[in-house]
């Protein structure tokens, strides 16, 4: 077995998150075992993004299963569902936009490849916006014709 293939099969043994029993969650275990598969593929940093990867699906679970009172069913899942996650991230969590569009773009993905499987007709998370992300101004300084009339000013 080639070094890919054996830093695979340790990668899903290392990883294997036992996340729910219920049939309905299988789509998300066959979606990690993908995910696994193409960041193996991709080389280092490809367990800190499946790490990343289940920790938001198994908070987007929790977090359905607590609000609905019901056991997580990908085709239930709608547009409100996703919308709701997101300002509960940011309301109730208080993430910062960057935090909240990494669990977004994870949603889309695996409601994305949910699709593409055939679990669901079309995917909730399709039309759901990421947050605006500000960047970091570099600050502005004073020109010399600015710098010099503040001088005058000043010395008034």
């Given at each position: 077995?080639?070094t890919?293939?054996k830093r695979?099969?340790?990668?899903r043994r290392?990883s294997?998150i036992p996340v729910?029993?219920?049939?309905e969650?299988?789509a998300?275990?066959?979606e990690?075992?993908?995910?696994?598969?193409?960041?193996?593929?991709?080389g280092?940093?490809?367990?800190?993004?499946?790490?990343t990867?289940?920790?938001?699906m198994?908070m987007?679970?929790k977090?359905?299963?607590?609000?609905?009172?019901?056991e997580?069913?990908?085709?239930?899942?709608t547009p409100?569902h996703i919308?709701d996650?997101?300002?509960?991230?940011?309301?109730n969590?208080e993430?910062k936009?960057?935090?909240i569009?990494?669990?977004?773009?994870?949603?889309k993905?695996?409601f994305?490849?949910?699709?593409?499987a055939?679990h669901?007709?079309?995917?909730?998370?399709?039309?759901?916006?990421?947050?605006?992300?500000?960047?970091?101004?570099s600050?502005k300084?004073?020109?010399k014709n600015e710098?010099?009339?503040l001088?005058v000013?000043m010395?008034t």
């Amino acid at each position: 077995m080639g070094t890919l293939g054996k830093r695979s099969s340790q990668l899903r043994r290392s990883s294997r998150i036992p996340v729910s029993e219920s049939a309905e969650f299988q789509a998300v275990e066959v979606e990690r075992d993908r995910v696994q598969g193409v960041a193996v593929g991709r080389g280092s940093g490809g367990g800190e993004t499946i790490q990343t990867y289940l920790s938001v699906m198994q908070m987007f679970v929790k977090w359905f299963e607590q609000t609905e009172g019901v056991e997580f069913d990908v085709k239930q899942i709608t547009p409100i569902h996703i919308h709701d996650y997101r300002s509960y991230l940011a309301n109730n969590l208080e993430q910062k936009p960057a935090t909240i569009n990494k669990a977004i773009a994870t949603l889309k993905t695996f409601f994305g490849w949910a699709v593409e499987a055939k679990h669901i007709g079309s995917s909730p998370a399709a039309k759901v916006k990421m947050k605006s992300v500000q960047k970091n101004q570099s600050p502005k300084w004073l020109s010399k014709n600015e710098q010099n009339r503040l001088l005058v000013v000043m010395d008034t």
